[in-house]
């Protein structure tokens, strides 16, 4: 059996995962994009990892950068999810009308976000059309009492919280 992309999509729909936007920026350059391949790598170093494609804005701040933050989207966000995800083109201003705030490494922080890290780029690996970005977590920041959104068979999904 051939595995070509559109077979790879139908399996990888079955993979229910968090959501997440990646921003960077560089001085007055802010930029942000929906990622779903959000992953820890270490505890100790604190690494994690995201995999942006290389013909995006987000990329080339990140590169230019070296240095991004990752929001991790709550349940009522999933507005957010659609606008950073192709909702407001890669080519326009995808942060204007978003509350954020600058993070220490000039990296555009979501508001109302279930948690967020800001991270330095510690290694980079090619991967096809995309590059694997390994951040070094420098500072984090939650929300508590939130909800996680979640992307599963080409649709958001929420959690219920168990009275238990």
């Known amino acids: 059996m051939t595995v070509g992309p559109t077979e790879l999509r139908s399996v990888l729909r079955l993979w229910a995962s968090g959501i997440t936007v990646v921003t960077a920026g560089r001085g007055q350059m802010l930029h942000g994009m929906t990622v779903s391949s959000f992953s820890s790598v270490s505890l100790d170093p ?15 701040l990140m590169t230019e950068a070296g240095a ?25 201003s995808r942060l204007e009308g978003v509350p954020y705030r600058l ?24 991967a096809g ?6 951040g070094e977590v420098t500072s984090w920041d ?4 939130k909800l996680p959104l979640m992307y599963w068979q080409r649709d958001f999904r929420l959690i219920e919280e168990n009275a238990d």
Request: aromatic share 6%; charged share 20%.
């Open 46 to 60: 604190p690494l994690i990892s995201v995999n942006i494609e290389r013909r995006t804005r987000t990329y080339v």
């Open 68 to 92: 991004f933050a990752v929001s991790i989207l709550a349940s009522d966000q999933q507005d957010l999810a659609r606008h950073f995800g192709g909702g407001v083109p890669d080519s326009e």
């Open 103 to 126: 993070g220490k490494n000039g990296s555009p922080l979501l508001e109302g976000c279930l948690a967020s890290v800001e991270c330095r780029v510690h290694a980079t690996l090619p």
């Open 129 to 134: 059309t995309h590059t694997v970005f390994v």
């Open 142 to 145: 939650t929300s508590h009492g």
